[in-house]
């Protein structure tokens, strides 16, 4: 298996343009994560999706973040409008059902909002 | 906030000796793991101890689990450049979030 897949790995773009970043993860994973990380925050979880339906996703930081997955292999991230403080590495993971057992993260998407 | 702590922030070695890791977490857990960070790239797991356990090994890893302290440590032991890298602790408490601690950057020098 390849593994989980994100694109783009780097995306720049300028304040106010949509963004969409894209996750296929590994076949057969019930569930899926979105994390972003920086500096300041380290890691957060921003949603998360159980069978392509979404569970939680009080971590998004506002109305300018949604996430979709229309099927078992695909996901969106998408931010519009982009601000420059959206800045973050993008990971997506996933793993098989069992609560608590191990994620496998994507590369991520380095984010750089100008 | 639910996020663990990890410390020292920043550890620097010299290779063949051992680095040792340190995690805090505030609420109760399923299990506890660590995840190995290499720049520019994603998460890696590395090593899962369940709440019931106190100890386990992997290679050349140690983990231990204190959960009256609410703590848990990773050791490296021989260590090489390759192991150079951010360190993270992650815990689940009954549900599928995953809270991630802030992290331990080893630089492990030649």
């Known amino acids: 298996d390849a593994g989980v897949i994100q694109s783009p790995r780097h995306e720049v773009t300028e304040m106010g343009q949509e963004v969409t970043l894209r996750c296929k993860p590994i076949?057969?994973?019930?569930?899926l994560f979105w994390y972003r990380q920086t500096m300041m925050r380290g890691l957060e979880l921003l949603i998360y999706?159980?069978?392509?339906?979404?569970?939680?996703d009080s971590g998004m930081p506002e109305d300018r973040f949604s996430a979709k997955m229309p099927n078992a292999s695909f996901s969106t991230l998408k931010i519009q409008p982009s601000e420059p403080r959206d800045s973050a590495v993008y990971f997506c993971?996933?793993?098989?059902?069992?609560?608590?057992?191990?994620?496998?993260f994507g590369s991520g998407t380095q984010l750089s909002v100008l | 906030s639910q996020q663990g702590e990890e410390d020292p922030q920043a550890l620097s070695i010299q290779e063949g000796e051992n680095a040792t890791m340190n995690c805090s977490y505030k609420t109760s857990i399923n299990n506890l793991q660590w995840y190995r960070q290499n720049s520019g790239r994603g998460l890696v797991h590395l090593i899962l101890?369940?709440?019931?356990?106190r100890e386990k090994h992997s290679g050349r890893l140690r983990v231990t689990l204190d959960t009256s302290k609410k703590s848990s440590s990773l050791l490296i032991t021989a260590s090489r450049a390759a192991d150079t890298a951010s360190y993270f602790c992650?815990?689940?408490?009954?549900?599928?979030?995953?809270?991630f601690g802030t992290g331990t950057r080893l630089k492990v020098l030649a």
């Open positions: 076949s057969g994973h019930d569930y």
């Open positions: 999706f159980n069978n392509n339906v979404p569970i939680d």
């Open positions: 101890i369940r709440s019931n356990e």
């Open positions: 993971a996933s793993n098989p059902e069992g609560m608590g057992e191990k994620l496998f």
């Open positions: 992650a815990h689940t408490s009954g549900t599928y979030k995953y809270i």
